[in-house]
């Protein structure tokens, strides 16, 4: 799995590159690493390119140019060419600037593409960096939704799946799997003989007038109890 995660996407179209010129910006709301890799579409070609990035401490302070520049030697027929900076560390609020010098015959370059990638291993997990990641690692893998064992497939199948679940047919019966007496005396049948409704019973007499039990259901981890149903009779001492 990569450790680099795609921060953002600036797209420049006819851009006069005959002259150092700024293709775009990235502004860290979080510390972290970043890279900057740049391409040009519809170059002159035969000559030398230059790429480099420029950081201001806080988005405010003076530009540093950040070393090494990147040198491009694009021979006679290469018109479509790129470059990447270093990895620069980054504050919150720090803002970085891409730069590229082209030649003369680059007054209008069809495409310029400029992305800006962080490396995830050494972000700050913050609550935006977390929600930033998930994002990114979702909507990747959604795209990529039909080949066995990627993580598209794999969300793909569980959203399919989420979205075929239904409640199908009446409740079913389910019957205890344990039951507790606290006071009096199981005089007839056991638990178990209150598994279905059948005139079979499970008989408790009272100690003092007093009666305390319950029975424990054991739920399957795709079952859900919706209701109770209660069968039987109380006998009291005045009508034997």
Known sequence: MASILLLETDVGININIATVTGTASYTADDARKVLCDVSLYGVAGNGDYVMYVT????????????????????????????GQSGWVSLGNGDRLTAYVDGLAGDTSVTGVYTRWWAD????????????????????DGLSNNTTTGTAGFVLSSILNSVDNIAVVGAPAYEAPSSYVLSTGTQTGG???????????????????????????????????????????????????
Not at 63 to 82: D, Y
């Open 120 to 139: 995830i291993e050494t972000m700050d997990v913050s609550s935006s960096s977390r929600s930033l990641i998930a994002n990114d690692v979702w909507d």
């Open 55 to 82: 950081r201001q401490v806080s988005g405010t302070a003076s530009a540093t140019v950040m070393l090494p520049k990147t040198t491009m030697p694009a021979a006679s027929g290469e018109t479509n060419i790129g």
């Open 190 to 240: 056991t638990y178990e003989s209150v598994d279905t409704s059948n005139g079979v019973y499970h008989i408790h007499t009272d100690s003092g007038g007093l009666l305390d039990l319950y029975y424990e259901y054991s739920l399957k981890s795709d079952e859900e109890a919706v209701g109770i149903v209660f069968k039987g009779r109380i006998i009291s001492s005045n009508d034997r």
